[in-house]
């Protein structure tokens, strides 16, 4: 996932993010305000909100970061943009794209400045002292974007500039960002009635509470809820497992014993190979029970109360429910395209499950020493099985392939194929960090030795980390005011190995690893203009990164990189054979628990709100749906974090599913090319019509382009073994 916490197209992201209160301060007023604010500016001193210097054109003071400076620093931040932005709209002269759209696009680069460390706060390095801020300050922001987005006379400023644009066509990237201020003003209630607009803020504030706690409650479950194992209960672990888990122990003051932390790869792979039948059920329970544990971290409340303003917001707007309003600038356009295609692999998905349950119940019948029944908590076990036995994969033995130091030079290398990328190590030192495993590297163009911009790598997980990984940046590529360079961050949660150990990852995990980096050059590509052409399209920005995930099994990677961390060898033919021709394993397990969740997502914010209990309507869902008994969905409703913690991914989540399309059907364009993976004519296509623009065009018109017609859902089907419909279904 990528995480871009307020930071996509400067004021209009805010205000896409939270949102809208009335402004009543007089002309007179605003310019006073506005010239202290200046001289403010000149004199800063608070660290966060300092300009950026050193190398590379600046870096982010990452280690003059105090939680002390970061409230007063987020305080005068807004207050700075607040006056920039009252100063645009109490501009005297008629709205110019200059004065107006212009004007908005350069403001507020003090708080884009505070938000980078807030997000480094919040992601990587929280503790219960920076929650404690975090939650006096959602509110705060949410106010302070609400001031923005709620500007009348900034509002009609916009329109202005929009009107004329419609008569007068403006350069074709100024036109496209008019129409995305616009509309982004327009969908967070900007034209809405001054009563209206109050109760829109009102709600907006409350949310923002509300993200705040759901997010807080889910990491608390996360990080309290530890599963402590003796010595004689390691049955079957791998030996890294092992070790990990000891080290987690022993950080937590449990020495001797072994933690197996409420985390997904923790869990994942506790589930995979432990022979505890008693113990995988204890540690499914714990995971699945995240925000659902009826304590003082439970988030059903959380959950109900956000549905209810969620859809009171958008009908102050005039629309049915959260999903339409949602959508309509979205790849999908409406809720009902999006279910369609959600219906359309859902079946073949839940078939699947059912013969991949009656493979793995063969295995236990023949293994077990008692009759069981394959439950929820034996999936991930028996597939394993299965899939020794029917592919005679061993994922442990790919493991020893698959190192971390191997794999990202993997992917430089395939940036360097298809983006002419050079990644070089920057000197300990010179760019400072949050952290001491964080690395950095410098990106120049192959052949000219253009400075691109800057590569930073948080590889391992810790307390007070989020789980997962994602993709960030700290600054995005713009040259109307002067060339930005990129500075582009890559997050994962591989666990820390004992001193002088290898990282060795999982296949999934080496995806995932790809997947990030896929979305750190869909930043370091861009070739845009503004600010706001360099916001995401939720159902199209995981595509570029999904598309990346199929680079990691080409025969270039395998045979330079992935090679076995004390032989050296590259990975033996048949073990690749092994590993594409069980690619399909498992699709059943994987789309099903996928779907579900994004099902739910759209059916909760379709749902008549009021009186819903998460709980039950979770329950009833999957029964309509006839969800398998075996398989729980990827993010139960109450640890949702994608929906819940904030409004990212709200009826975004089919988000995967639909970028997996185009992924498919991107792939196919390679491998029918002559050169596959590695044509250079393809790559071109891909890096200037799907990667460079990022939004300063319509995604499906770049599409076209790459593709020549818009992506069918074959190749999808045919890529997770699914029969493909007869009638192929064009989206
Ligand atoms: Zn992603």
């Given at each position: 996932m990528t995480n871009k916490i307020l930071r996509t197209g400067k004021v209009t992201g805010l205000a896409a993010v939270l949102a809208l209160a009335s402004c009543t301060s007089t002309t007179t007023q605003q310019s006073q305000q506005n010239t202290t604010a200046m001289e403010q500016k000149k004199a800063e001193t608070n660290p966060l909100l300092k300009e950026w210097t050193g190398p590379y054109g600046g870096v982010p003071a990452f280690d003059k970061m105090s939680l002390a400076d970061l409230k007063p620093a987020m305080e005068k931040g807004m207050a700075l943009n607040l006056a920039e932005i009252e100063a645009i709209a109490n501009n005297p002269a008629p709205a110019t794209f200059e004065n107006t759209i212009e004007a908005m696009e350069r403001a507020g680069e003090e708080l884009n400045r505070a938000f980078?460390?807030?997000g480094i706060w919040s992601s990587n390095v929280s503790s219960p002292e920076f929650r404690a801020i975090q939650a006096e300050m959602a509110p705060k922001i949410s106010e302070f974007s609400s001031k923005i987005s709620q500007n009348e006379k900034l509002f009609q400023r916009i329109k202005t500039v929009y009107d004329n644009a419609q008569k007068n066509p403006l350069p074709a990237d100024q036109q496209r960002v008019v129409q995305l201020v616009y509309e982004n003003f327009a969908m967070e209630g900007a034209d809405l009635s001054p009563e209206a607009k109050k109760r829109y803020a009102e709600i907006n504030k409350e949310l923002s509470s509300l993200y705040t706690a759901f997010g807080n409650n889910t990491l608390a479950d996360e990080e309290n809820y530890v599963t402590y194992l003796t010595k004689d209960q390691l049955k079957g672990l791998p030996e890294s497992f092992v070790?990990?888990?000891?080290?987690?122990?022993?950080?937590?003051?449990?020495?001797?014993?072994?933690?197996?932390?409420?985390?997904?790869?923790s869990m994942d792979q506790f589930l995979t190979y432990s022979d505890e039948r008693a113990l995988r059920e204890k540690v499914w329970n714990t995971y699945y029970s995240r925000g659902d544990n009826g304590d003082a971290t439970d988030n059903n409340q959380n959950i109900a109360k956000i549905l209810k303003l969620r859809n009171e917001r958008v009908k102050l707007m005039g629309y049915d429910n959260y999903a339409e309003w949602r959508l309509q600038n979205r790849m999908?356009?409406?809720?009902?395209?999006?279910?369609?295609?959600m219906n359309a692999v859902w079946p073949a998905a839940i078939a699947r499950v059912k013969e991949e349950v009656a493979d793995m119940q063969k295995v236990a019948n023949a293994t077990s020493k008692t009759k069981i029944t394959i439950a929820p908590w034996d999936y991930r076990y028996?597939?394993?099985?299965?899939r020794k036995q029917k592919y005679d994969l061993n994922s442990d033995e790919v493991k020893q392939y698959l190192e971390l130091g191997n794999l990202t030079q993997a992917m430089f290398f395939t940036a360097g194929e298809l983006f002419n990328f050079k990644f070089t190590p920057v000197?300990?030192?010179?760019?400072?960090?949050?952290?001491?495993?964080?690395?950095v590297w410098e990106v120049t163009d192959k052949t000219t030795g253009e400075h691109i911009g800057l590569w930073y790598l948080d590889p391992f997980a810790r307390q007070g980390k989020r789980s997962g990984a994602w993709a960030t940046t700290y600054r995005a590529h713009t040259t109307f005011d002067g060339k930005k360079t990129v500075l582009a961050s890559n997050n994962s949660n591989f666990v820390k190995p004992a001193p002088g150990e290898p990282v060795l990852v999982s296949w999934d995990d080496a995806t995932t690893f790809f997947h990030e980096f896929g979305h750190a050059l869909h930043f370091l590509s861009a070739n845009v203009k503004y600010p706001t052409l360099n916001s995401g399209v939720r159902d199209y920005t995981e595509f570029q990164s999904?598309?990346?995930?199929?680079?990691?099994?080409?025969?270039?990677?395998?045979?330079q990189f992935l090679k076995h961390h004390e032989t050296g060898k590259p990975m033996p033919a048949d073990l690749v054979a092994k590993i594409k021709k069980a690619a399909t394993f498992n699709q059943g397990f994987e789309t099903t628990e996928y779907l579900a969740s994004a099902i739910m997502d759209m059916k909760l914010h379709l749902a008549d709100p009021n009186g819903l209990d998460p709980d039950k309507f979770e329950r009833e869902t999957l029964a309509a749906m006839k969800m398998p008994k075996e398989v729980v969905m990827r993010h139960r409703t109450p640890h949702f974090g994608h929906v819940f913690s904030g409004e990212g991914y709200a009826t975004g989540y089919y988000g995967y599913l639909w970028a997996d399309v185009l992924t498919s059907d991107a792939s196919e364009a390679f491998e029918e090319a002559p050169g596959g993976f590695y044509d250079k004519e393809v790559a071109a296509k891909l890096v200037k019509y799907l990667f460079a623009p990022r939004n300063s065009m319509d995604p499906a018109e770049a599409y076209r382009l790459f593709r020549g017609r818009d992506a069918k859902i074959d190749a999808l089907m045919r890529d997770r073994g699914f029969p493909v419909p007869s009638e192929s279904s064009k989206k």
């Open positions: 980078t460390y807030y070790k990990s888990a000891a080290k987690a122990a022993a950080d937590r003051g449990q020495e001797g014993k072994y933690a197996v932390l409420n985390t997904r790869s999908a356009k409406n809720p009902e395209n999006a279910m369609a295609l028996y597939a394993e099985k299965v000197e300990e030192g010179k760019v400072p960090v949050f952290q001491e495993d964080v690395k999904q598309l990346l995930e199929r680079w990691l099994s080409t025969d270039k990677v395998i045979n």
